[in-house]
C-alpha cells in the first residue's frame, strides 16, 4: 500500500441469500466491525436485497454498498437487467468486468468499457475486476490478459474518472476454488495492473486502489494486505460469514 490510498476490504455475496438472511448478515457485519475501522468497508449484496440494506445501513459511515453490475444503457429492452439509475440512492459502488459476468453473460472488454463509462456518468464508483484464468496462467499470458483488460477500461478516461475508480485483481483460477495466488504471484500481477494503467492514465494511477481477490481467509489476509502494491481485498466466500470477513477487515489495519 502506498500512503495516502486507504485500504478497501469488499464483500461480494454473489447469488447468494434471501432478502431476510441479508440482512440479518448486514447486521452482523456492522455489530462486528470496530468504531473506526482502518479500511473502508463495501457489501456488494444480490439486487433484491440493496433496498433492505440500505434501509439497515443508514447513517452508517464504516459500511458501503454497492451493485454487483449494472448495464450501460440508460434503459429500454434488456429484460433483467439493472440500469444504472435505478441504483441511484440506495448505494454508492457498482462491480464492473467481475469475471463471472464476462463469462456467464458474455462480457467482453468493450462491454465492461461501457458500463465502466455509465457508472462513472451517473456518478457511482466503479470496481473494475480483472484477472486471467487457470489456462491462460499456464501458458504464460497472465501479464498480457490483465494489461489488456486494464487498458480497454481505462484508455482515453479523464484523470477525475481514473480516481472514482478502484481495481480487483482476481485470478480466475483462485475465485471459490480454495487455491490462492502466492503474495509474489498476486504482487507480480498487480505491479502489471499498475503499470498498464500508468501507460494509460499517467501519474493519476498512482492514486487508484488495487485489491487483491481469490480465495482470501482470515488466515492470508494479513500477509497478502502486506504485500507492496496491494490496496486491499475483494472477498467472495468469506464475506458470507461474518466473523471471518470482520477479522480479514481487521488484518487490514
Same mark, same amino acid.
Given at each position: 500500500?502506498? #500512503? ?30 470496530? *468504531? ?23 447513517? %452508517? ?38 469475471? =463471472?459476468?464476462?463469462?456467464? #453473460? ?10 465502466? =463509462? ?13 484477472? %486471467? ?9 497472465? *501479464? ?20 472514482? &475508480?478502484?481495481?480487483?485483481? %482476481? ?12 503474495? =509474489? ?12 494503467? =500508468? ?5 493519476? *494511477? ?39 470477513? &470482520? ?7
Amino acid at each position: 500500500m502506498t #500512503a495516502g490510498r486507504r485500504r478497501i476490504v469488499a464483500g461480494n455475496w454473489k447469488m447468494h441469500l434471501t432478502v431476510p438472511a441479508a440482512v440479518a448478515l448486514g447486521r452482523a457485519i456492522q455489530q462486528g466491525l470496530p *468504531a473506526a475501522p482502518a479500511a473502508e468497508v463495501v457489501l456488494f449484496p444480490a439486487a433484491t436485497a440493496l433496498w433492505a440494506l440500505h434501509e439497515l445501513l443508514a447513517g %452508517e459511515t464504516r459500511v458501503a454498498l454497492g451493485a454487483q453490475t449494472a448495464h450501460w444503457a440508460p434503459e429500454g429492452a434488456h429484460t433483467g437487467e439493472i440500469a444504472v439509475s435505478m441504483l441511484e440512492g440506495c448505494c454508492t459502488h457498482v462491480l464492473v468486468g467481475h469475471s =463471472e459476468r464476462r463469462r456467464d #453473460a458474455g462480457e467482453t472488454d468493450a462491454v465492461v468499457r461501457r458500463q465502466l =463509462e455509465a457508472v462513472l456518468a451517473g456518478g457511482l464508483r466503479p470496481m473494475v475486476a480483472v484477472g %486471467e484464468t487457470l489456462a491462460e496462467r499456464e501458458s504464460g499470458r497472465m *501479464a498480457e490478459v490483465v494489461s489488456r483488460q486494464t487498458t480497454a477500461a481505462f484508455s482515453g478516461l479523464g484523470a477525475d474518472a481514473v480516481r472514482r &475508480c478502484t481495481i480487483a485483481y %482476481e485470478p480466475v483460477w483462485a475465485i471459490g476454488t480454495g487455491r490462492v495466488a502466492t503474495v =509474489e504471484d498476486a504482487g507480480a500481477a498487480i505491479a502489471g495492473i499498475r503499470k498498464a494503467l =500508468e501507460n494509460v492514465a499517467g501519474p493519476t *494511477a498512482d492514486t487508484v486502489r488495487i485489491l487483491y481477490g481469490g480465495s482470501v481467509t482470515p488466515q492470508n489476509a494479513a500477509p497478502l494486505f502486506a504485500a507492496p502494491g496491494i490496496d486491499g481485498g475483494l472477498v467472495g466466500g468469506a464475506s458470507l460469514d461474518p466473523a471471518a470477513f &470482520c477479522a480479514i477487515i481487521a488484518a487490514a489495519e
